[in-house]
């Protein structure tokens, strides 16, 4: 079956955008940060892909093309029942966004503090090959269960493949009921083919941020609880996995943290980039705003145990007041 995110070229090296604290803290710590992308910057886009996709079959139940229009009743009971399952299987994900371009003025405004910020660039061809080719492996939509390991790839900014994808699932799955399968048992395998591809579909408004990411799925349920199905042992069982220290690949997972972020609390996991891990940081490029100097930088990822040339340490070229 065709992988919903069609065959693309690893880059050497992908871009991260952030505040001149946060990359103090990326270098001191020598970790990268996957953040709930829930409560990040844009906190609908998981919430818009799974919209599009089930939009997209509703409003194909009754196209004289897809041979769910022969049997409008199930096809209708299908589809409700995924709405439900989707709920149900709301689990957390964790990512790290990059863009593919340095320097890029819509970053420093969205992600770069305004060009007050740091833009680093990171050693994505060697350190995330392996999680580069488990995304295109696994989003290749099939009844697994969460990737336990990383996921890496660039965003698509439609979702005109994954709605046509699910569509012919939605289709074969069809096909099979009521005699090989139930409706609810078509619904969860569904939903389990769809999950995982989510956090790699933004909308097209979002395409000049040419973005990558880092994606981590932590088997815990996200908010809300539903209090009267809520299943305590099971929770701290959940909880109790992502409390310890994981190898992913070349990189060390610490434990499950929490950060404040305008009043509200953030989930995470950092990602040491110490050995095993190759030279991770490639370079860095001082924002168009920002009040650092190259010799600075220099020292102070010297200073850290991260050499870099001075030749891999740029101001920004972008006017930007």
Known sequence: MKTILQRTKLPNVVYHYCTVETFFHIISNHTLRLSDIEKSNDFMEKKWAIRQCLQHIENNLDNPAYPCAQQPELAAALLEEMKRQ???YNTMILAACFSSRRDLLSQWRGYGDNGYGVCIGVASGTEFQEAFRRAEHYLILKGNSLPSSL???SIKYSTREIEATCMRLFCIYMRWL????SVETAAAELV???YPALPFFKSSAFS???EWRCVYYPELPAPPY???TFDEARFQQLLSAQMVEQQLDNFHMQPLGYRLRQNNLVPYRDLSFDPPCGPF???ITIGPKCPLDR???KLFLERSGIPIDMANIYLSDVSYR
Request: hydrophobic letters at 35%.
């Open 86 to 88: 989707f709920h149900d």
């Open 178 to 181: 009521p005699l090989r399968t």
């Open 208 to 210: 000049e941020e040419a």
């Open 295 to 297: 010799e600075t930088v």
């Open 226 to 228: 539903e209090t009267e």
């Open 151 to 153: 996921l890496f790839h």
């Open 281 to 283: 940081i490639q370079s």
């Open 192 to 194: 389990r083919m769809m």
